[in-house]
Structures are given as structure tokens and as C-alpha cells.
């Protein structure tokens, strides 16, 4: 494991009296794409500013490279932003607008013109190099202020929000060719966004956020299947949750017991006590556990509606708790048949609080 | 460094405005001048000219007339602007276009290009220099601005309430003065308070389209033309005051209900 | 909804604004044409050739010319740093207040407050006599009745104007503009010759054009404050109306006046298009 490129220690910030940020701490890997996912309020977006030195925290440090940036100016700093609404100069052309941060640096126009014209061709804009940003469309806004941020070759590359004013089509579009190009480029991204979806397409390290802390991270699918916290449980999209109660525990192995029935888990660190199991709606199964999935008990099935590209079903536990499945469609499924529950182990998620 | 610019920033403000209030300043205060000359050295208190100028029928007969002329001119302007408005929102083509910038054609004439124009016009058809000549000057000036604000106010909601009122039967006039007049009553009186405000202190059209009767700014002319006096002074100040008094009330209008004006 | 449906609803809505500005604003454009045209009992270029051939008639336009550009230049560049320090200096609470306060000295007469400035400039008025009390000067200055009273007259007024303009200008202006310019690595300085100045271009245009439109057809400040050494067109203007009653060589510098302000409207023309990007 190489030197962290961007190192927060303990970093806090509050405006007046209201804490939004509570002493975070993360490493950010050169070349990792890092996503920032939680609601508003989460505190994202005042993390990003002070990354990008738009804000001096109150508290904590920020290292770049090694070097503490913490109260070092945005146009210091070996960071660059793009923001939310692109903020691209209108009355300057495509072409000035990239090559603007090289000009700041004193660097002759020659070169900065073909460095502009070389960066808008890796986002696939070379053409409109001489167009106004008023003549462009949205995508296009948004891969050159794209283009404008890159140009600078930073250490540390901020996004907030960038595909947020796009619609749906496009914004699929742009993630696949954010990804791409920050494979290509080979630079650390931060990305603040509040869609889950894209925050798993885009993610090496997705963090989610909530109140100001960092309340789960990892890759996108641990993160997903196996969520470390009731929010990032419930936050990134629809969860079943289990209660549970750890009865028995030798060694790793623990024996629960859920309104289902019992299961064993093979789980380090469990302990005795209250526990909550968390599976994906889509994990779910039905009928006689084949080899290799555990079995998590059986209830009646209350509900089987036809969503288009799944089933939803809902089994009713004894004590009337609901559990929710979302099954393939042409899977045949009676209302008021006694079935059994079972998901594959990797997909079961376990949380103690 | 920053705090150096803060301390640049303030006392340029405060340069820049002293620059423009003393002239305000002095003339209210030489308006309480004892003597003579509105000169220094002061030599008051005195309310003596503001009891000469409110005595004097000649000004208190110009400010009627200003009132007159101002409250007439800018009621014609607001209706007028406000039946065109109403129509011309419905007129989406290339002749909307077309009247609307007639329209608004006179905003970027110069005053003094639109009275001469009527002057030529009252000349050879007749008409002789009067407060009508002038109030129809007055109409000529306020009823692009009356019909820009009204205009940028028929948005499609009005449309939808008034289509919303024609279907539960409501007739055309019904629609204007019980739907569409109510919903947009801010900007009516905004519309009414900025051309009474313009018509009140326009002084070139009265100027040329009026004789013996006469608006306010040209009474004060003439009392200027011989030279510097109190009277002006006292009288400069109530308009200041009246003026004041009327932004105040069009400022409640407008922010006291929070209108959204675009 | 294309093509409108011209009923006679329509026709009662926008006929009368439109009769009205037929009558009493094209009809008399026209007349004035006309009349401009007249001479010697006939159609004639009379006017206009006395005006080519009179001296004095082509200093009033010059006179006129000369006077504005320099209004307006000397209240554009105090107007922008005031309407910055107005947007960018005073803390938000206080803006509403502050605008008002810049705008109030508006609602004085204008008449009054060229006459104003007559008192303030006037040989016994408060500027000599503060010059003369501080010991600056041992004898009174010529201010008023002068081109320079003129100027100051006009500045005043314009500087308010301006600066609202302006100011409305910089409030529009998003602040994501200067985040992006800081963060690709501009000094202040920088951000605000590359960036915020020309983003205030607009703003100053504008104004600008105002003011050169107000201040050439102006005939209460130049009378007022400026004399009678020296005339500007529409002190020259009102006075064939007045001694001379000659409508038609009045009528034909109005005319050219107009032309005039349509140069200069073609000139700003750019900026005055309200697109926003």
C-alpha cells in the first residue's frame, strides 16, 4: 500500500454552534475514486469545500502529499473543482475556459493551447474549442468544465454534484465516461452525490455519510450487501431487516434465532445479545434451501404483486413481523402457502449496535 | 489586507456619498434660512419661506395641477397598458411582436424629442398649451413602462385563471375586473405609483406644452429664472418630502405583500 | 397557439394603447419629419443646410457631444468602485437599506436639485466660501454659470444611476464564477480583471448608454447651471421655439439629435440585447 495521496485527520467544522462535521479521519489512495453518499444535511458538501480550501475547518487537518494544506488557499492548493453548475466563464470560448488556470500560472499560450486542445480531446470536445458555453448543451457544460478542472493535472480532483442537472439518459452516459476517464488520467477523485446508484457505478471507496460522520465505507458491493449501519442499511435503497437474538456462540459460529426460526452464522466478532440480519430484498428466495444457502426459517406469504421486472413478495412471520423479497418474475408463488426464507451467507449482513 | 481594503472600501463610500447628499443637505437646510439669500452665512431657523410658498396660490394652484395631471395620466397609462398587456399575452405571433414593440417604442426616445414632437403636432392641429397637452405627454411617456411591467406579469398562471373563470361562464369584462385585475393589483400599483412618481417631477413636456396653467417643475422654473431664493429651497424640500412619502407607500405595496416581480 | 384570433375583443383590449401610440408618439415623429423639411413656403433642405452652415449650431453639437462623453465617463468610473463596495463590502442585512440610501437623492425635484448645485457653487455659495474659510484660496472661483458646473451637475445624477445599474449587475453574478477563478489558481487581482470585470461589462453598458441618452436631450441642467456663454442642443432647440418661433428648424435639429442617439444606440447595441447566458 503506496502513500495516501489526501490524509484527514480528525477534521471537525462548525458554523456557530451547529457542528456539521464530527472529527472525521480517511485515507484517499492515489488513483482511488472516492464517492461521498448521504442526504443533505450529511455534511458531503462541507467536506468537499474544505478539501478544496474553500473553507478552513474548524478543527483537524487535511495533508496532501504529506503536506498540511489545511489553511492553504484554493488557488494554492493542488486541487480543482467542478461545480454544480459548472460555473463556466460566459464570455470566454471553450477553449479559454480550459486553458484559464494554465494562463493564471504564467504558462505561455502556446502550450496552454495545446494542452487545452488535448485534455477537451480526452473528454471528446475538441470541436467546440472556439464555441461560447451558452452555445453548448448541458453534457457538454459539464465534460468541459470537466476538461477545465483536468487541464491543471492535480493531485486531487473535487466533483460536486456534476450530474445532477442532467437528466437520466445522459447522466448513465456521463458516469461511464467519468469512470473512464479517471481510469485513463489515473487521478484521485472525490465525488459528492446523493443518487445511490451512482454512487455504486462510480465508487472505488464509497462512503456514506450521515450528520456529519462517516457512518460506512468500503467497496460499493461489501458496502451494499453487508451494510456496517442501520442508516446505510435503509439509506441505499430498499433493505430487509431481521431482528434477532444471539442465543449460542462457540468459537465463530453463533446460533440466532429470528420470528422465522434459527440459523447458524459463521461470523467473527459476534457476540451474545440483540442483533438485527440484513438482506437484500433481491437476495431473497423461496422454497426448500438448495446446498450452499442457509435457510432462515419459514412464514406465510401474505402478498405477491407483479412489479414489471421483479415480483414482489411479503411473508408473514409469526410474531407479524413482514419480511419483504423481491423475486424473478415467473417464479410461482401462492398467497397463504407456508414457505421457507433463505439467501446465500455472503449476502446476510449482521448488525450489532 | 483585507481589513486595509475594508478601510479603502468605507471611506470611498463615505466620499462618494457625501458627494451626493450635500446638495440635498444644503437645500434643506437654506430652506430654513431667515434671510434673504439661500447663502451661507445661516441665518436661521426660519419657517418663513415655507409659509411664503404654501401661501403662494401660485404654487399651491401648480402643485393641484401637478396632482391632477399625475394622477390622471398615470390612471389612463395603467388601464391602457393593462387591456394591452391582457391582450398581447394571448398574441403569441409575429403581430404581438410587432405592437409590442410599438409599444415600448417610446422608452428609447428622449423626452425631449417626444414633447417636441408633440408640440409640432398641438401646432398644427390646434391645440392649444394646456394641462390636457400635458397630461397627454404625460401618457405618452408612462404607458410603455405601464405595459412592460404588466406585460412581464401575464404569466401563464393568468391564463389558466382566466381560462378557469370563462369556463364556469364568466364574460369577458367579468374575467378582466374580477379575476385578472385582483390577482395582479401589486403590479397595477406599482405601475401607478412609478408614473405618477415620473409625471410629478417631469419637468420638459410641461415645459413645452403648457402656458398659464402650469405643473409644479415649471413653476419652480420660473421662480428660478430670477435668481436664487428661498422659496425654492422651501419648496424643493416639501417635494423631496412628498416624494419620499410616496416611495415609502409604493415600497409597503410592493414588499409589504411579497409579490414575486420577475 | 399560433395566429391569434383577432375578434374584436382583442381589438377593444390593444386598440386603444395602440390608437393612442399611433397617434400621439409615431404621428408626431412624422410631423416633426416633416416640418423639418419645411422652408420657404415648400418642401426644403433649409433647415438642415442652416444648421450645416452655422458655426455656432455645429458647437452646440459639439458642445453636446463633448459634455456627455465626458459626463459619462467621469460617473462610470466613480459609479463601479461604489456599486462594488455597495455588492461586495456591505453585509447582506444592510444591502435593502444601503440601495435605498443611493437611490433617495432621486426623488428630489430634478429641477431643484440642478438648482442646488447652483447654491452650492454659486460665488457666495458653500464651496467658495469653505475654500476661502480654509485659507485654500484668497479669491472666489468661477464655478457656476460654467461647463464645469454643468459636468458636476450632471455627474451627480449620474453616479446614481450608474451605480444602480451596476450594482444589479454584480448581485446577478454567480459566486461559483470567483470559486472556479480562485481555484484554478488566480490571484484576486486576476479574478477581477478576467473574470469580474468583464462580467460587469453589461452592467456598465447599460448605464452608460442611459446616461448618454438622458444627458444629451437634457435642456434643465446645461440652462441652469452652465450660462448662456455656452449652448448645448437642447438649450439651442428650445430656443427657436421660444424667441423665434421657428418650429421647423427646431423640429430639424430634434431630428438630427435623434439621430444622434440612434449612433449611439447602434454602437452599445451588443450589450444592450438582454440575453443572458
Not at chain 1, 150 to 171: H, Q
Not at chain 1, 239 to 267: M, P, Q, Y
Not at chain 2, 208 to 232: D, Q, Y
Not at chain 3, 148 to 170: E, Q
Request: net charge positive.
Amino acid at each position: 500500500m503506496s502513500a495516501p495521496v489526501v490524509s484527514i485527520r480528525n477534521l471537525s467544522h462548525a458554523f456557530g454552534a451547529l457542528t456539521v462535521l464530527h472529527e472525521l479521519s480517511l485515507d484517499i489512495q492515489p488513483g482511488e475514486y472516492v464517492v461521498l453518499l448521504g442526504p443533505s444535511g450529511s455534511g458531503k458538501t462541507t467536506l468537499l469545500s474544505i478539501l478544496g480550501g474553500f473553507l478552513q475547518p474548524t478543527n483537524g487537518a487535511v495533508l496532501i502529499d504529506g503536506r498540511d494544506c489545511t489553511h492553504m488557499p484554493p488557488a494554492k492548493r493542488p486541487t480543482t473543482t467542478v461545480f454544480q453548475d459548472y460555473a463556466l466563464f460566459p464570455h470566454m470560448s471553450v477553449g479559454a475556459n480550459v486553458a484559464f488556470g494554465l494562463r493564471m500560472n504564467g504558462v505561455a499560450k502556446a502550450e496552454r493551447q495545446r494542452l487545452a486542445r488535448e485534455t477537451l480531446a480526452l473528454v471528446g470536445l475538441e470541436q467546440v474549442l472556439d464555441k461560447r458555453p451558452h452555445q453548448l448543451s448541458g453534457g457538454q457544460r459539464q465534460r468541459v468544465a470537466l476538461a477545465r478542472a483536468l487541464v491543471m493535472k492535480p493531485r486531487l480532483l473535487l466533483l460536486d454534484e456534476p450530474l445532477g442537472a442532467l437528466d437520466l439518459g445522459l447522466r448513465r452516459q456521463m458516469q461511464e465516461e467519468l469512470k473512464a476517464i479517471q481510469k485513463r488520467v489515473g487521478t484521485a477523485f472525490v465525488h459528492v452525490t446523493h443518487d445511490q446508484e451512482e454512487a455504486m457505478a462510480l465508487a472505488d471507496l464509497l462512503l456514506v455519510m450521515q450528520d456529519g460522520r462517516i457512518v460506512d465505507q468500503g467497496n460499493p458491493e461489501r458496502v451494499y450487501t453487508q451494510p456496517s449501519t442501520r442508516f446505510s442499511a435503509t439509506f441505499m435503497g430498499e433493505n430487509t431487516l431481521i431482528d434477532a437474538e444471539v442465543t449460542e456462540i462457540s468459537g465463530t459460529t453463533a446460533i440466532l434465532r429470528t420470528a422465522l426460526g434459527t440459523l447458524a452464522l459463521d461470523r467473527p466478532g459476534i457476540r451474545k445479545g440483540k442483533a438485527t440480519l440484513t438482506v437484500r430484498p433481491e437476495n431473497l428466495r423461496l422454497g426448500t434451501a438448495p446446498s450452499g444457502r442457509v435457510s432462515l426459517g419459514s412464514g406465510e406469504v401474505a402478498e405477491s404483486v407483479f412489479q414489471g421486472s421483479y415480483r414482489k413478495a411479503v411473508v408473514r412471520t409469526g410474531s407479524g413481523g413482514d419480511i419483504l423479497l423481491k423475486l424473478p418474475v415467473d417464479m410461482p408463488v401462492g398467497i397463504g402457502e407456508r414457505v421457507e426464507v433463505h439467501a446465500e451467507l455472503r449476502h446476510i449482513g449482521l448488525l450489532q449496535e | 489586507m483585507n481589513r486595509f481594503l475594508d478601510l479603502i472600501a468605507g471611506l470611498y463610500a463615505l466620499v462618494a456619498y457625501g458627494f451626493i447628499y450635500l446638495p440635498i443637505v444644503v437645500l434643506v437646510l437654506f430652506s430654513f434660512q431667515a434671510s434673504r439669500f439661500p447663502l451661507p452665512p445661516f441665518t436661521g431657523p426660519s419657517l418663513r419661506w415655507y409659509g411664503e410658498v404654501l401661501g403662494d396660490s401660485k404654487f399651491t394652484g401648480a402643485m393641484v395641477n401637478s396632482v391632477v395631471v399625475g394622477v390622471v395620466s398615470s390612471a389612463v397609462a395603467v388601464l391602457l397598458g393593462f387591456l394591452a398587456a391582457y391582450g398581447c399575452a394571448r398574441m403569441r405571433d409575429r403581430l404581438g411582436g410587432a405592437i409590442r414593440a410599438l409599444l415600448i417604442a417610446p422608452l428609447s426616445v428622449s423626452y425631449l424629442i417626444i414633447g417636441m414632437g408633440l408640440v409640432v403636432l398641438f401646432n398644427w392641429a390646434g391645440v392649444p398649451k394646456s394641462l390636457l397637452a400635458v397630461g397627454i405627454g404625460h401618457v405618452v411617456i408612462n404607458l410603455p413602462l405601464c405595459f412592460a411591467i404588466l406585460y412581464s406579469q401575464m404569466s401563464d398562471n393568468i391564463i389558466r385563471l382566466e381560462q378557469a373563470a370563462r369556463d364556469l361562464g364568466a364574460r369577458e369584462w367579468q374575467v378582466l375586473s374580477l379575476v385578472v385585475a385582483p390577482v395582479l393589483w401589486p403590479a397595477l400599483l406599482a405601475s401607478f405609483v412609478l408614473s405618477l412618481t415620473l409625471s410629478w417631477d417631469e419637468f420638459l413636456i410641461a415645459f413645452l406644452l403648457t402656458r398659464f396653467e402650469t405643473t409644479l417643475p415649471v413653476e419652480i422654473w420660473t421662480l428660478l429664472r430670477s435668481g436664487l431664493n428661498p422659496k425654492a429651497n422651501a419648496i424643493g424640500a416639501v417635494v423631496f418630502g412628498v416624494s419620499i412619502l410616496m416611495v415609502v407607500l409604493a415600497e409597503l405595496a410592493i414588499f409589504g405583500k411579497g409579490t414575486k416581480k420577475s | 397557439m399560433t395566429g391569434s384570433k383577432i375578434n374584436w375583443h382583442m381589438v377593444l383590449l390593444v386598440g386603444p394603447a395602440v390608437l393612442f401610440t399611433a397617434l400621439f408618439f409615431l404621428v408626431p415623429l412624422i410631423a416633426m419629419a416633416v416640418a423639418s423639411f419645411t422652408g420657404g413656403g415648400g418642401l426644403s433642405l433649409d433647415n438642415y443646410r442652416h444648421f450645416l452652415t452655422q458655426p455656432s449650431y455645429i458647437r452646440a453639437l459639439v458642445n453636446s457631444l463633448e459634455v456627455t462623453l465626458v459626463v459619462t465617463g467621469i460617473s462610470v468610473v466613480v459609479a463601479y468602485p461604489l456599486a462594488w463596495v455597495l455588492a461586495e463590502r456591505v453585509p447582506e442585512r444592510w444591502q435593502r437599506v444601503a440601495l435605498m440610501l443611493t437611490i433617495l437623492p432621486f426623488w428630489t425635484s430634478y429641477v431643484v436639485r440642478s438648482y442646488s448645485w447652483l447654491l452650492l457653487l454659486a460665488e457666495r455659495g458653500v464651496v467658495n466660501r469653505a475654500l476661502l474659510a480654509s485659507g485654500l484660496l484668497d479669491q472666489p472661483l468661477q464655478l457656476a454659470n460654467t461647463r464645469t458646473a454643468t459636468v458636476i451637475g450632471f455627474v451627480h445624477f449620474f453616479i446614481m444611476l450608474l451605480t444602480l445599474t451596476i450594482y444589479a449587475n454584480f448581485r446577478q453574478l454567480s459566486p461559483s464564477y470567483r470559486k472556479a477563478a480562485a481555484d484554478l489558481g488566480a490571484s484576486g487581482l486576476q479574478t477581477f480583471l478576467h473574470v469580474v470585470l468583464p462580467l460587469t461589462l453589461p452592467g456598465i453598458m447599460v448605464g452608460a448608454f442611459l446616461a448618454f441618452v438622458l444627458a444629451i436631450g437634457d435642456y434643465v441642467t446645461p440652462q441652469l447651471l452652465g450660462g448662456s456663454n455656452e449652448l448645448l442642443m437642447p438649450q439651442l432647440i428650445i430656443q427657436q421655439i421660444g424667441r423665434r418661433a421657428d418650429l421647423p428648424l427646431a423640429a430639424a435639429l430634434s431630428l438630427i439629435l435623434m439621430i444622434v442617439i440612434s449612433i449611439a444606440y447602434l454602437a452599445c447595441a451588443r450589450w444592450l440585447k438582454l440575453e443572458r447566458t
